[in-house]
């Protein structure tokens, strides 16, 4: 089994930044995919990024509306994945969430989240404004 547990949501004003963490637990992939997805009240969960490795091979996949603000990183050794988020707008409110697949998915399986074999409990972004 795989626990994941994400960390680092907040309270935040428009324009701030927030680093998510996303530590992983109970085993360790050679070869996976991680991904962060969010849910905002009232509307479906939707993907933001994804993270797929394969050895020393990586790519990293986003959202078209958070291209150029958030990135997502991979920190082998700690088994763990991390969410940068820069200039963040109120659109960007929402409960996080961290998700894996115990093996690499292909491009078109990133972007649902039935793909994903393991999730994390959510850490939420909250505007304090």
């Known amino acids: 089994q795989v626990q994941l547990v994400e960390s680092g949501g907040g309270k935040v004003q428009a324009g701030g930044s927030l680093r998510l963490s996303c530590s992983a637990s109970?085993?360790?992939?050679?070869?996976?995919?991680m991904g962060w997805f969010r849910q905002a009240p009232g509307k479906e969960r939707e993907f933001v990024a994804a993270?797929?490795?394969?050895?020393?091979?990586?790519?990293?996949h986003y959202q078209d509306a958070v291209k150029g603000r958030f990135t997502i990183s991979r920190d082998s050794a700690k088994n763990t994945v991390y969410l940068q988020m820069n200039n963040l707008g109120t659109e960007d409110m929402a409960t996080y969430y961290c998700?894996?697949?115990?093996?690499?998915?292909?491009?078109?399986?990133?972007?649902?989240?039935?793909?994903?074999?393991?999730w994390g409990q959510g850490t939420q972004v909250t505007d304090s404004s």
């Open positions: 998700a894996a697949h115990s093996s690499r998915l292909i491009l078109s399986s990133l972007w649902d989240g039935q793909n994903y074999d393991y």
């Open positions: 993270i797929r490795w394969s050895g020393g091979n990586k790519q990293t």
């Open positions: 109970g085993r360790t992939f050679s070869s996976g995919t």
